[in-house]
């Protein structure tokens, strides 16, 4: 199906052309035209999917159909969990808009910078808000700009809004907005609470859902390795060297864990950089420039770089220390295989962390084999290094492992696993 039976208008249709989609992503064909409808949309769409233009798209369209107005009146809002998703989807808008026949006006707000720039930036009024809860509310509270106006709202990564750290924020903006306006909510997952909560505010909604079973997405390859704890930083420059990785994208639990390990690579001349929460916002900027632009190999990051960042030619994931959430687990392996590409998601599991690696995959669905390198077999466990080298699986059913009747110890690991699922 090609871009112009959509319903698009030609400016945005020259505007993809230029951007080379040459046909619509299968979220972008089920969504633009429920959208251009005035339809509430509720899309679950894996990450890489293309559902930013699935938004953007219309909503530009609806722009184009609306008058004028000095000084200009925001028209679309669009809520966001990450500073970054937000720059990601402001440089989307602006591409997407460049050849529509009057200039869009674009805000993008997010909090870790100075407040001032973003306040001129809306004198005059805007078209389109991109913000992050935190920042568009203490915007509002200086009466930097009015959401009154607001024909649509999208919550972009929209299970990550609705969760307790966003819930107050969210439930102050929507507030704020006007009754009568169109939703679209995009998210790579829709556990049911959210869908819950999705479905009291949304009317009536075109429901898009394209998320195909991790297993079947053919262009990442799933891998877990068993290695003890210590040696995973040697395990990890050993993969680097042996198939020649040219950047790695790494995900560890704690920040001190980031810096550490950052630290040990920067000693064996591996050009490595941190990314957590706590470093300013200039900092993470300028990392995520330098690995974008390869003079950077690795980062080092905990979650927050797990959503939405879109790095093109990401071939490698690696999971140092395993994620909290099967949830977590495809956001994180999401950074690889963008938009068409072959990507590789490497798990690190330890004898202590079998037991939730096994969670994630029952979630998932999937069954991978757990890898043993040369020069590097788990000695905390002969179990697993045995029967991984038999090419034996994991049972999951049980919590234990295949012919062994699951241990006190096993069953209490299980627990804590799933108890950390069910927070
Ligand atoms: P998103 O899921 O919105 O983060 O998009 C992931 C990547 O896919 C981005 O790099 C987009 O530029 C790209 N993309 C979006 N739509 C298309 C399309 N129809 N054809 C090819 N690439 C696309």
Redesign the pocket.
């Known amino acids: 199906m090609p871009f112009s039976s959509l319903g698009l208008i030609p400016s945005l249709l020259r505007a993809?052309s230029a951007?080379?989609?040459?046909?619509?992503?299968p979220i972008?064909a089920a969504a633009i035209p429920a959208a251009l409808q005035g339809r509430d949309v509720l899309g679950s769409?894996q990450?890489?999917?293309?559902?930013?233009?699935?938004f953007v798209l219309p909503l530009l369209q609806q722009l184009d159909a609306t008058a004028f107005e000095s000084p200009r009146r925001v028209s679309a809002l669009i809520l966001v969990p990450t500073r970054e998703l937000c720059a990601?989807v402001g440089e989307?808008i602006r591409k997407l808009a460049e050849h529509m026949p009057r200039a869009v006006k674009v805000s993008i707000v997010f909090g870790g910078v100075s407040i001032n720039p973003q306040m001129m930036r809306l004198r005059g009024g805007t078209d389109i808000v991109v913000a992050t809860p935190g920042r568009l509310l203490d915007l509002l509270d200086k009466n930097a700009l009015s959401i009154g106006s607001v024909q649509t709202l999208v919550l972009d990564e929209a299970d990550r809004l609705f969760d307790l750290g966003f819930a107050e924020e969210l439930g102050r903006i929507l507030r704020l907005l006007p009754e009568q306006r169109q939703n679209l909510f995009f998210s790579a997952t829709f556990p049911p609470a959210v869908q819950a909560l999705a479905h009291t505010l949304l009317r009536d909604p075109v429901r898009v859902e394209v998320i195909p079973a991790l297993e079947s997405v053919p262009d990442i390859v799933q891998r877990a390795i068993a290695v003890d704890t210590g040696r995973r930083t040697q395990l990890l420059r050993h993969l680097m060297a042996e198939n020649r990785w040219s950047r790695v994208l790494v995900f560890v639990a704690t920040k001190h864990a980031a810096e550490m390990i950052a630290d040990k690579l920067r000693k064996a001349r591996i050009n490595a950089e941190p990314f957590h929460g706590e470093l300013s916002q200039g900092k993470r900027t300028q990392v995520l420039a330098d690995f974008k632009a390869s003079r950077l190999k690795v980062i080092i990051a905990t979650d927050v770089a797990a959503r939405?960042l879109?790095i093109?030619q990401l071939p490698v994931v690696v999971n140092f220390d395993l994620p909290r959430s099967a949830v977590d687990y495809i956001h994180r392996i999401g950074r690889t295989g963008?938009?068409?590409e072959s990507g590789v998601a490497v798990s690190f599991v330890s004898v202590d962390t079998e037991a939730h690696f096994r969670l994630i995959e029952k979630r998932q669905g999937l069954s991978l084999p757990l890898e043993v390198v040369a020069g590097f077999e788990p000695v905390h466990t002969t179990t697993v290094a045995e029967l991984s080298a038999a090419g034996s699986l994991f049972d999951t059913s049980n919590g234990g492992i295949k012919g062994h009747r699951p241990s006190k110890k096993d069953k209490l690991r299980a627990a804590a696993a799933q108890a950390q699922f069910n927070k």
């Open positions: 993809v951007k080379a989609y040459l046909a619509p992503t972008q769409a990450t890489g999917s293309g559902k930013t233009a699935a990601q989307e939405g879109d093109a963008r938009a068409g």
